[in-house]
Structure formats: C-alpha cells, structure tokens
C-alpha cells in the first residue's frame, strides 16, 4: 500500500497499512475493508449529524454538481446555493438578522473571526485593540491564528513563533478573568470560546461561566466569539450552544455539522449590530475570502443538511441522546467503572483514571468507535443514533473498562 498519504495528527512514521480503512458507511455503521462493522460514535470527527448515506444530501450534492459545480463569490459574482445556504444557516442561529461569511474549515472561520474581530476596531479607530483571550483546554484548529489561540499546550508547540497579542485565562475561573480584563481591559479585541470544549476533554461551562464572559466582554468594550464548529446545528439539543445556555456572542463560527461532513463547508456568523458597522463604510470592501468560499456544491449539501435536521427533529433528538447517555453512565459511575462523567445532548465524556489510549483501542476492537483525550473517553454519536446502539455502545464500554 502506497505511503503517499501523510496522516493528521498522526506518527508520520506509521504505516498506510495499520491504519483502519473505512470503506463504507451507513446511518452509524462503518465498514473497513475486511468486512468489520463499527458503531460510529464519534460520527466521524465530531460531525456527522444526520448519519452516513443520507439520499437527501447525497442526491442535492449530485443535482448540484449537474448545474454548477464551483465558482467563486469574489465581486462581481455570486451563485443562489451560496446564497441561499448563508440564508438557512442565520435562519436558525442566535442572530438571524446578521450575515454569514463561508469558508471550508473550522481553522478557516476561526481565522476569519479573529480578523474581523481586530478589524472592527480598526475601523473604530480603536488600534490597540489587538489581545485576543483565549481558554485553557479550548481548541480552535490547526491554523496559525487558531494555533494561537488554542489552550492545548502541546498542539501550540514546535511552530515557532506564533501571533502575539495572546493571553490565556483559566476555562473555569471568572473572577481571574475579571482581574485580567481590569488590566488590559481597554486593549482587548476579543474572546474566543467554545461553550462545550471538545477536543479538549467535553468540558462543560461552570454554571453563569459564560455569561460572565458575555458581561465582561460588554462592560469593556470587546468582543465575544463563540466556537460552534462542534457544538453547532444541534449537537448540545438546540441550533446552538449560545441558545442552549442563553449567552449571545458577537460572532460565531461553524463548520462540521453544518453538512454532517458531506462536503467541507463553515463560516463566521455576525451580529446584526456589527453588520450594521461592516456596511458603514460604503467605500471601505472586506478583503479577506478564500478561493472556495460560497462553493456552490458544498451550499447546495447545507442546504440539504439543514433540511434533513429539521425534517428528522434532529435538534430534539439530541436531547433525547442525552438522556440515554446520562443514564448509562450513572449506572458506570454506580459499580466504579468509571470515575466521572460530564456532557449535553449529543456529546460525553467520562473520565477512567488512566491513559484513555489503550481503552479507546479495544473500544475500537470491539467495534465502537470513540476518542481518547487524556484519562477520558469521549462520545460524540449522530444524532439518528437509536437506544439499541447506544446501549450496544455501554455494554461495550462496560466490558472494556471491567477487563482492565
């Protein structure tokens, strides 16, 4: 098998061959190529929330590539599914009134968010605005402004220099956020934060912990960006995690859910007021695009997507996950499986009291997918997943952890 594939976050040493190959999928099933059968509990990368194989997405992504499979939306052109997707999307968010800026990646909105977050200072006049405020254990992709940004030390190592203006704070501690604003206050552009980390750990916000920031960020002139590349289109049982904890940012991004992964699609959502800002200036263009931004096919899989949540009740269904999460759990927690455990709606993490690797390797073999982080093993299912596979996934967990 060739080599010719270098792996993300991966040993570059490894070889193409002991990586499992994924050939097919269906609902929450995956196949490799010897035939084994896995329940997908991470849907993919923390992603796919209507499942693999869906014919609505699959059918708009071929009724798209018939038509016009890609251009760009630089002036002077635009396309209707980019238009069209950036429609639906604001439709369900926190600021229905505001706009949706595309790119590909979660790295991509991220970067896009922290420049436009320096950007409307600029345009204020306000040019020492330049400190972005980033969490401890938040992840913010892989991107030179998202590696910056990010509080998982080691993935901010061996890059050299990365962008200045970056202070970090506590992802449980407002008070110390308090006394670090009452310092820098006046020079702080923006916080950016993942209500429900994800990659690092499922770590839920410490009760008022958000709106806090929300206070902060408002009693100092700054500006709140919320990361709902994870918990985004229904992950945390509703649109968004800013609706599920009742805390509105300035901007917010997306990514992964928005096409449950069909085709790569995210973006930046403004509030209406900061809308009103960026239009101020009649003569004054945003320049800042990438070449895939408002790329039709991926539009037209959003769309479909989108559709697909709302048709399923998706958004409930998370809800309904989580109940059966929460219970499988407690009954771990009660016979000493497990140590702890945390989560919402469609997204979990409990924590086993040692290196998480080994355990998330006979998860594995014995066929649930799931992530290790640390000493915890995350779950992050579709949200199509039934009670006999989410039950399938504890006796499996359960047998894993009692055989250590």
Request: net charge negative.
């Amino acid at each position: 098998m060739t080599d010719a594939l270098l792996h993300g976050f991966s040993l570059p040493n490894k070889a193409e061959a002991d990586f499992i190959n994924i050939v097919s999928a269906k609902d929450c099933t995956l196949v490799d190529d010897q035939g084994k059968q896995y329940i997908d509990a991470m849907a993919s990368l923390w992603l796919c929330q209507i499942g693999h194989g869906n014919a609505k997405v699959i059918n708009a992504i071929k009724d798209q590539l018939d038509q016009l499979q890609t251009y760009n939306t630089f002036d002077p052109f635009t396309n209707g599914p980019a238009a069209d997707a950036a429609e639906a999307i604001r439709r369900v968010s926190p600021h229905p009134e505001g706009r949706v800026f595309l790119g590909c990646s979660g790295s991509e909105a991220v970067d896009t968010a922290l420049k436009l977050s320096r950007m409307f200072h600029q345009r204020r006049g306000d040019n020492e605005r330049q400190i972005i405020i980033r969490r401890t254990a938040g992840y913010h992709g892989v991107n030179i402004g998202g590696t910056s940004v990010q509080g998982i030390e080691p993935n901010r190592i061996g890059w050299g220099d990365l962008l200045p203006h970056v202070v970090e704070i506590p992802n449980d501690d407002i008070e110390e956020t308090a006394s670090l604003f009452a310092q820098h206050g006046s020079n702080v552009a923006a916080v950016i934060c993942e209500p429900v980390q994800g990659a690092g750990g499922v770590i839920m916000p410490p009760d008022g912990y958000l709106a806090g920031l929300r206070r902060l960020c408002d009693q100092h002139g700054s500006l709140l960006i919320f990361d709902e590349v994870i918990c985004g289109f229904g992950r945390t049982g509703e649109w968004f995690a800013s609706d599920t904890f009742d805390v509105k940012p300035d901007m917010l991004t997306f990514a992964k859910g928005v096409t449950s992964g069909y085709l790569p699609l995210s973006g930046v959502i403004t509030s209406k007021e900061l809308n009103e800002e960026l239009t101020g200036d009649e003569a004054a263009k945003l320049m800042h695009g990438y070449t895939y931004s408002g790329h039709p096919t991926a539009a037209a899989a959003a769309i479909a997507n989108i559709e697909v949540i709302e048709s399923e009740g998706l958004v409930a269904e998370a809800r309904r996950i989580g109940q059966q999460m929460e219970a499988g759990f407690k009954a771990l927690l009660g016979d000493g499986t497990i140590n702890s455990f945390r989560g919402i709606g469609g997204i979990w993490a409990c924590e086993i009291g040692e290196d998480a690797i080994p355990a998330r390797d006979a998860m594995i073999q014995g066929g649930i997918v799931c992530r290790g982080i640390g000493q915890a093993l995350a779950f992050c299912p579709p949200l199509i997943i039934s009670d006999n596979e989410i039950g399938t996934i504890f006796d499996t967990l359960s047998d894993v952890l009692k055989q250590r």
